[in-house]
């Protein structure tokens, strides 16, 4: 298994333009989310989804959409990038069940500057 | 929401020794409690982690204490070594509905000195 995997890498964008980030998990992990860590902090959750067809925002939202049309992929769109989102993008899968929890497995992260 | 609050948020300690890190939680339906590490430019790794119900759990060098009735956990770490260096993050999710999303501390810098 691959696992979680992030593309691109490394972006640069200028102000006012727009990108997906891509993430794709092959897992058959039911719940995914989309994270953001600036620089010295924790991770900020931006929107998550329970499966495919149902997503829902996380605490800090605005200014990211997000689409999950089947179980692998979870991309996250930037519309109007603006420099406070110079940030580094993690997403994560996990398998939740209706009792227990299991291990969150993160993506290698996208390094995003806006300029 | 939850709220989970780190500290220290710097961590020097010779080789050998012992580090404590702690965290507490603000909901008291948070029900399981990892621990991540990350190295720099990496991604956040789980060394170990906690349900609810039990009270400690314990890794070889690592080990996690629980204390739910002061909503607060901790993360010990016995005999480091410099690649133990790292950040390392609690986190505590909502178990059994809901988005059970983790909510992260801001992070512990650990800098073990040979």
């Known amino acids: 298994n691959a696992g979680v995997t992030q593309t691109p890498k490394f972006r640069i964008l200028k102000i006012g333009q727009s990108m997906t980030l891509q993430c794709a998990q092959d897992?058959?992990?039911?719940?995914m989310y989309w994270y953001r860590q600036d620089p010295g902090m924790g991770l900020k959750l931006i929107y998550y989804?329970?499966?495919?067809?149902?997503?829902d925002k996380g605490e800090v939202p605005n200014g990211y959409n997000v689409s999950r049309s089947t179980t692998e992929y979870f991309p996250l769109r930037l519309e109007l990038a603006a420099p406070s989102q110079t940030s580094v993008y993690f997403c994560a899968s996990r398998l939740l069940r209706d009792r227990g929890d299991n291990e969150q497995f993160f993506g290698p992260g996208t390094r995003l500057t806006v300029l | 929401g939850e709220n989970v609050e780190q500290h220290p948020s710097t961590l020097s300690v010779q080789e050998g020794d012992s580090a404590v890190i702690k965290c507490t939680y603000s909901d008291s339906a948070s029900n399981y409690f990892p621990w991540y590490k990350q190295e720099l430019g990496k991604r956040p790794q789980l060394i170990i982690d906690i349900r609810s119900n039990v009270g400690e759990k314990k890794d070889q060098r690592i080990a996690v204490t629980l204390n739910k009735t002061a909503k607060h956990f901790s993360l010990h770490i016995t005999e480091t070594q410099p690649e133990d260096s790292a950040v390392y993050f609690c986190?505590?999710?909502?178990?059994?509905?809901?988005?059970?999303?983790?909510?992260f501390g801001s992070g512990t810098r650990l800098q073990v000195q040979p």
């Open positions: 897992m058959n992990h039911n719940y």
């Open positions: 986190a505590a999710s909502i178990g059994d509905t809901g988005r059970r999303a983790l909510t």
């Open positions: 989804s329970v499966g495919a067809g149902i997503t």
